[in-house]
């Protein structure tokens, strides 16, 4: 691969892409999306993956790696490939986020896609077909909604902030904290709750541990895009297509909001 810098031109380019792509896999997750899909489980039983996810990956895997075949490809619903690591830029792709509320006839899911380079996410997608919605963000340009350019809410000093946060750790925030939010009640798409701080609906989340790098990466760009922040609980931002693909507790927020949530966290490093 050359050691040339990609153009900003070329993340919009592969932004194109990655959109025309996460459209068409989630058209076709809707014509399953409550009309009873095959649902088998893996990970010992603790995670169901249903006909619709399988399509949509393959639909994603085609189109993508057809498009760019020197890219590699890391995706909830595919065996890894540790082929990717030698890869510069990588497809990171969940092509159901959210596949309990898919499988519920709950409109909270979403298709993601981001493309990962040398760790760093540089365009990213979700698609929400139930609730006709597009996300997107490129490493050099706005965070959009349909369209429009989204932000992170403005919290002033005082403000409660809302916070989505899981009901069985909230007692463990600290109490200074604590007491100045408002629970927002489970959103079961990771990435479109990463969505919902990005676009201001939501001033942050706690993110339990043992997220997955498809569950992030779109997301996590497009929430830097629009002022928000998504970080380990040391303050780091995360990188992604490394050998572990899992991660531990993370806080994502504004960047005003972000200190003093990732501070109220650090009371949670055993959860």
Not at 8 to 34: C, P, V
Not at 116 to 129: N, S, T
Not at 217 to 246: C, F, K, M, W
Request: charged letters at 25%.
């Amino acid at each position: 691969m050359s050691d040339k810098a990609p153009s900003i031109a070329t993340w919009k380019e592969d932004l194109d892409l990655i959109l025309s792509a996460a459209i068409a896999a989630g058209e076709t997750a809707l014509r399953y999306f409550r009309n009873k899909p095959d649902v088998r489980w893996k990970n010992e039983g603790r995670s169901p993956v249903s006909e619709a996810d399988i399509a949509a990956n393959d639909i994603l895997k085609e189109r993508l790696l057809l498009a760019r075949p020197n890219y590699g490809w890391l995706s909830e619903e595919t065996d890894d490939d540790q082929s990717r690591l030698s890869c510069e830029a990588v497809f990171v792709v969940d092509p159901i986020d959210g596949t309990r509320a898919f499988i519920a006839g709950k409109d909270l899911w979403c298709v993601s896609v981001a493309v990962v380079h040398r760790g760093l996410p540089v365009a990213g997608v979700l698609y929400a077909p139930a609730l006709d919605e597009v996300y997107e963000a490129t490493l050099n340009g706005p965070a959009l909604k349909n369209g429009a350019s989204i932000r992170v809410r403005d919290v002033q000093d005082g403000d409660a902030l809302h916070v989505a946060v899981a009901e069985d750790i909230v007692s463990s925030l600290a109490p200074s904290f604590r007491n100045g939010i408002v629970r927002v009640p489970h959103v079961p798409s990771l990435a479109y709750r990463l969505a919902m701080v990005a676009d201001g609906r939501i001033d942050g989340t706690v993110v339990k541990k043992n997220s997955h790098d498809w569950d992030l990466a779109a997301a996590d760009l497009i929430l830097e895009r629009a002022g928000g922040g998504l970080n380990t609980l040391q303050s780091q931002a995360l990188s992604y297509n490394r050998p572990n693909v899992v991660h531990g507790l993370l806080c994502a927020a504004s960047k005003a909001a972000l200190p003093g949530l990732l501070a109220a966290s650090r009371t949670l490093e055993g959860h």
